[in-house]
């Protein structure tokens, strides 16, 4: 089985439950569980939101499929990665609710597996595939924020 985003994502939020649940840390305060559930809404908007774009266009959606259009609407005019931002986005949420600070470290790792496993190889996958179209967006739009 390969593990995609979706799954790392899923195994650091687990771990940031059981550092939660064994480790030591004090209760959250209410303005801060508040922002927290909206990183969490906000990281689940972004990648929805650029799921659905791929489904209607009807191209790949998972990492290094086949990609037949080249995406540049919505919240990809402000992000060339807006499931990736999304996904942090959660997982910083997730990491304010739970108010412990090794949660930092899993909220780390994520960001380094999807940047150095997915996103470096995402890139040239998309110039291979759409060359001066990829450049000329790349050079317009940020990779992260």
Not at 3 to 13: A, D, G, I, K, T
């Amino acid at each position: 089985m390969k593990f995609y985003p979706p799954h790392y994502l899923l195994v650091l939020s687990l771990c940031m439950l059981v550092t939660w649940y064994f480790g030591e840390s004090s209760p959250q305060t209410l303005p801060l569980i508040i922002i927290g559930l909206g990183l969490i809404g906000l990281g689940f908007l972004l990648a929805f939101n650029s799921i659905a774009r791929f489904i209607r266009a009807k191209t790949g959606v998972v990492p290094f499929s086949e990609s037949t259009i080249l995406i540049k609407e919505g919240f990809y005019k402000y992000t060339r990665n807006p499931m990736y931002v999304g996904m942090n986005s959660f997982l910083l949420g997730l990491m304010l609710i739970l108010n412990n600070p090794l949660n930092v470290i899993f909220l780390v790792i994520f960001f380094f597996i999807v940047r150095n496993m997915f996103v470096f190889k995402e890139e040239v996958q998309m110039e291979d595939t759409f060359g001066e179209d990829y450049l000329t967006y790349k050079e317009k739009v940020r990779r992260w924020l």
